[in-house]
């Protein structure tokens, strides 16, 4: 539906349907990331209690991701809006970053960094996203206003 608003040069149909996607996940996810963080020690006890102790990196690992997913509209927003080569350079240096802060962070801070560093880089990229998409287009997906 994105692609076909912008087809049309439909940018309030963009932003709607960027908007009605961006509330959507969150919709979707939050339940389910909240049960699971206020819930992390018994479901990994399922598993064994030798994972319980991996609770902090699961939630850590479940705000991450719910962020992402709630935020995740933004780079397909992107790249649906003829703006696929600045997807794709997010991605390049989001991919670098990775290659060089990940085998640090988890020297330095063992499991719960590595987490921490995945997170924020994929957090960090759909943030980039939402910004860049606001600029380029005048589209704000998670408001649905276009400037």
Request: a positive charge; hydrophobic letters at 55%; glycine letters at 8%.
């Amino acid at each position: 539906k994105i692609s076909a608003a912008h087809a049309a040069h439909d940018k309030a149909g963009v932003a709607r349907q960027s908007r009605n996607a961006t509330w959507l996940s969150a919709l979707f996810v939050t339940p389910a990331a909240v049960l699971l963080l206020v819930f992390s020690e018994q479901v990994l006890g399922l598993f064994g209690e030798e994972f319980v102790t991996s609770a902090d990196t699961l939630r850590i690992m479940l705000a991450g991701q719910a962020l992402f997913t709630i935020t995740g509209i933004s780079g397909l927003t992107l790249a649906l809006t003829g703006n696929q080569r600045v997807s794709l350079y997010l991605s390049i240096i989001g991919t670098l970053f990775l290659l060089v802060a990940a085998p640090l962070a988890t020297i330095h801070y063992g499991l719960n960094g590595l987490a921490v560093t995945v997170a924020l880089l994929t957090i960090g990229r759909n943030v980039a996203s939402v910004l860049i998409v606001r600029r380029l287009t005048g589209i704000n997906v998670i408001n649905g206003h276009v400037r």
